[in-house]
């Protein structure tokens, strides 16, 4: 068993983020176990837990299930948080990106040698040579492009016909984030943007990023998307916006915020 910065009671009501393979167990009523670990739904040998937080004055614990999941239809991704409450879904980001990081730091890259969790951080070490290793965070920054009265939307290969987001990209090895979305921006659909505005942040554990939004103006270029990439991209009327994201997520609150920044009047 491995705990972060806790000793776990036998007693203690807690609130259970069970991870298996990326996703979250729930109740046939859809709800988090909460109670003491004796009295959890489901129980595997070997199983790893970790402190993430507390959710309503009681402490949240993950539990990585190593077992074969039986009923498929209590599992279920961390995008069923979203609508849960802002707290609640990024606790269970936590817990599924702790749970990715436990599972393959297991070992160390460096010697070879079994990881352990230590109790002072959230952190896995080497004991034999001293290696430490953090769960990883891989920034991706969000930029909605106005133009006029118009937002620039795209669809990734990724994403269904008619449904429409805001351009996005990871960040690569010594650039910031604006020098990122002014890049992303280029490469994905051809155009220049100017007066780069930091909006927000949003955890986004699919598998491990951090949404980072702007609000950015059209400097130039014409649209020519990236093959293989984005297969469509236009400038849309900010009121007459085709399907895009909820405003759960920060691609919906960047368009929702371009709507009332720069919609006609």
Same mark, same amino acid.
């Given at each position: 068993?491995?705990?972060?910065?806790?000793?776990?009671?036998?007693?203690?009501?807690?609130?259970?983020?069970?991870?298996?393979?990326?996703?979250?167990?729930?109740?046939?009523?859809?709800?988090?176990?909460?109670?003491?670990?004796?009295?959890?739904?489901?129980?595997?040998?070997?199983?790893?837990?970790?402190?993430?937080?507390?959710?309503?004055?009681?402490?949240?614990?993950?539990?990585?299930?190593?077992?074969?999941?039986?009923?498929?239809?209590?599992?279920? +991704?961390?995008?069923?948080?979203?609508?849960?409450?802002?707290?609640?879904?990024?606790?269970?980001?936590?817990?599924?990106?702790?749970?990715?990081?436990?599972?393959?730091?297991?070992?160390?890259?460096?010697?070879?040698?079994?990881?352990?969790?230590?109790?002072?951080?959230?952190?896995?070490?080497?004991?034999?040579?001293?290696?430490?290793?953090?769960?990883?965070?891989?920034?991706?920054?969000?930029?909605?492009?106005?133009?006029?009265?118009?937002?620039?939307?795209?669809?990734?290969?990724?994403?269904?016909?008619?449904?429409?987001?805001?351009?996005?990209?990871?960040?690569? +090895?010594?650039?910031?984030?604006?020098?990122?979305?002014?890049?992303?921006?280029?490469?994905?659909?051809?155009?220049?943007?100017?007066?780069?505005?930091?909006?927000?942040?949003?955890?986004?554990?699919?598998?491990?990023?951090?949404?980072?939004?702007?609000?950015?103006?059209?400097?130039?270029?014409?649209?020519?998307?990236?093959?293989?990439?984005?297969?469509?991209?236009?400038?849309?009327?900010?009121?007459?916006?085709?399907?895009?994201?909820?405003?759960?997520?920060?691609?919906?609150?960047?368009?929702?915020?371009?709507?009332?920044?720069?919609?006609?009047?």
């Amino acid at each position: 068993m491995i705990k972060h910065s806790v000793v776990l009671s036998a007693k203690e009501q807690a609130y259970w983020f069970i991870v298996n393979q990326g996703r979250v167990f729930l109740s046939a009523e859809g709800t988090l176990p909460f109670g003491s670990q004796s009295h959890l739904p489901i129980a595997s040998q070997g199983t790893q837990i970790c402190w993430i937080g507390e959710y309503q004055q009681h402490p949240c614990y993950l539990m990585v299930f190593d077992d074969q999941a039986t009923d498929e239809t209590q599992w279920h +991704s961390a995008r069923v948080f979203l609508t849960h409450g802002e707290a609640l879904f990024q606790l269970a980001a936590r817990a599924t990106q702790v749970a990715l990081f436990l599972q393959t730091h297991r070992f160390c890259g460096q010697c070879g040698s079994a990881m352990h969790l230590v109790n002072w951080e959230l952190a896995s070490l080497c004991h034999k040579c001293g290696h430490r290793c953090y769960p990883r965070i891989a920034p991706c920054v969000l930029v909605a492009i106005v133009n006029d009265g118009k937002i620039l939307l795209a669809r990734s290969s990724r994403h269904k016909a008619g449904f429409f987001s805001v351009l996005a990209g990871f960040v690569e +090895s010594a650039e910031t984030l604006e020098q990122a979305a002014i890049r992303e921006v280029k490469e994905e659909v051809g155009v220049d943007i100017t007066d780069l505005q930091y909006v927000g942040s949003q955890p986004w554990p699919f598998p491990h990023s951090l949404m980072t939004g702007f609000l950015a103006q059209y400097a130039g270029g014409e649209i020519v998307c990236q093959p293989h990439e984005i297969e469509e991209a236009y400038w849309c009327e900010l009121d007459k916006l085709p399907q895009t994201p909820g405003i759960e997520t920060l691609s919906g609150q960047l368009i929702a915020l371009a709507q009332q920044r720069y919609g006609r009047k």
